[in-house]
């Protein structure tokens, strides 16, 4: 049995910053981890994964460069670090921890989810 839960969302302005956590209970040991995001009137979509031990990790196109995304196992607890942030980047953001496949960037290979986290860019 595993909970998530995000935290950190907000409203920022265009090219601000904001640090996503998810904090687990239950087991995370040995499991990838992954962000998605739905913006209004979307399906929701894959943002960022990475494995457990935290050394690979996965981007779509659109946040690369702008995006991070970490883990803190000690803390159970994972991050998506956003900077440059963008109008198109207004979403509810998702923690998941994923399957045996590993850095998918499938909904379907992930288990558990989040209840997800409010991010609005605008000015």
């Known amino acids: 049995q595993v909970q998530l839960v995000e935290s950190g969302g907000g409203l920022v302005q265009p090219g601000g910053s904001l640090k996503l956590s998810c904090t687990a209970s239950?087991?995370?040991?040995?499991?990838?981890m992954g962000w998605f995001r739905q913006a209004p009137g979307k399906d929701r979509g894959f943002v960022a994964a990475?494995?457990?031990?935290?050394?690979?990790?996965r981007y779509v196109d659109s946040v690369k460069g702008r995006f991070t995304i970490s883990r803190h196992n000690a803390k159970n607890t994972m991050y998506l670090q956003m900077d440059s942030l963008k109008p198109e980047d207004t979403a509810v953001y998702y923690c998941?921890?994923?399957?045996?496949?590993?850095?998918?960037?499938?909904?379907?290979?992930?288990?558990?989810w989040g209840q997800g986290t409010q991010v609005t860019v605008s000015s």
């Open positions: 990475l494995n457990w031990i935290g050394s690979t990790t």
């Open positions: 239950g087991r995370t040991f040995g499991y990838s």
């Open positions: 998941a921890r994923g399957g045996a496949r590993q850095l998918s960037d499938l909904e379907s290979e992930y288990d558990y």
